[in-house]
């Protein structure tokens, strides 16, 4: 398997404009997680899938980020607009039920 | 709810000696409990995981960890460290509810020669 893959691996914005980070899951995976890391603050997680639906999204910023799993092999994290503070390293991670996720390698973003 | 919370954002060993990473834990139900190790501009690789069953887990790279429940405690611990070791260690608590899976705020571990 190829692992989680995450693109792209690096994005570079202006501010006021959107970002799609886009994210497949290992084949078989029915959670699949999304969080966010600074140096501020830590790892967060911002929302997790089961089965394509969104189970908890309490760890997402604000209004101005958005999540989809259309289906079991892909999922989007969107920001619009974008903010210097949303400057990060974004994980996706997918699991089985009750094993630890396993991480993508990550999109690092930068808003200007 | 549940919250991780590792002590020491940084731990600095001598090469060869004891490695003990901390980390304690909170949880409305029985927890599952996962270190990760994370080296530089990489993603989290799981390094070792606590279900149910024996309390002293083991994992890749000569790391082993105990579930103390009385305690609330699954600290990280490796009898002899090596260069390669110096990373970033995450320790994430999984309610097994509904799976939510946190990470604690991570303890970096340096590695003198």
């Known amino acids: 398997d190829a692992g989680v893959i995450q693109s792209p691996r690096h994005e570079v914005t202006e501010m006021g404009q959107e970002v799609t980070l886009r994210c497949k899951p290992i084949?078989?995976?029915?959670?699949l997680f999304w969080y966010r890391q600074t140096m501020m603050r830590g790892l967060e997680l911002l929302i997790y899938f089961n089965n394509n639906v969104p189970i908890d999204d309490s760890g997402m910023p604000e209004d101005r980020f958005s999540a989809k799993m259309p289906n079991a092999s892909f999922s989007t994290l969107k920001i619009q607009p974008s903010e210097p503070r949303d400057s990060a390293v974004y994980f996706c991670a997918s699991s089985f039920p009750g094993t630890g996720p396993i991480f993508g390698p990550g999109t690092r973003l930068t808003v200007t | 709810a549940q919250s991780v919370t590792q002590l020491g954002s940084h731990v600095s060993v001598s090469e060869g000696a004891l490695v003990l990473l901390r980390c304690n834990y909170s949880?409305?139900?029985?927890?599952?409990l996962f270190w990760y190790v994370q080296y530089p501009n990489q993603g989290l690789q799981l390094l070792l995981k606590y279900t149910t069953g024996a309390t002293l887990v083991k994992g890749i790279n000569g790391f082993e960890a105990e579930f103390k429940k009385s305690e609330t405690s699954f600290h990280l611990t490796k009898p002899s460290a090596h260069m390669s070791d110096a990373a970033e260690y995450f320790c994430a608590v999984m309610n097994t509810g509904g799976f939510k899976t946190i990470f604690g705020a991570g303890t970096r571990l340096f590695v003198k020669a």
């Open positions: 949880s409305s139900v029985p927890p599952y």
């Open positions: 084949s078989g995976h029915d959670y």
